[in-house]
């Protein structure tokens, strides 16, 4: 999965707008999503202007987005060959 439809699917669940998933992913990009969940969803929180709660649901969200094209990519190593 490449950054455009992960950006995409992300917006898809969350009901993000396209920019808004951008910023997250962009907050996503620049942290260790395993050492730093607590300031991952602080920079959400604040990119967006929205509550801690409603950060760590967009941030659920984008694990299971992120574990499904890891499985994918398990699954069919490559593309589908």
């Not at 950006?7 to 920019?19: N, R, W």
């Not at 996503?28 to 409603?54: D, F, M, P, R, T």
Request: charged fraction near 30%; avoid cysteine; charge should be negative.
């Amino acid at each position: 999965m490449n950054k455009t439809d992960f950006i995409a699917e992300l917006a898809k669940k969350t009901g993000l707008s396209t920019e808004d998933g951008a910023k997250v992913n962009d907050v996503l990009e620049n942290n260790n999503l395993l050492a730093n969940a607590g300031k991952i969803v602080s920079e959400i929180a604040a990119k967006l202007g929205i509550g801690e709660e409603q950060a760590k649901d967009i941030l659920e969200k984008a694990k299971e987005i992120m574990k499904g094209g890891i499985m994918d990519k398990i699954k069919m190593p490559f593309g589908g060959q």
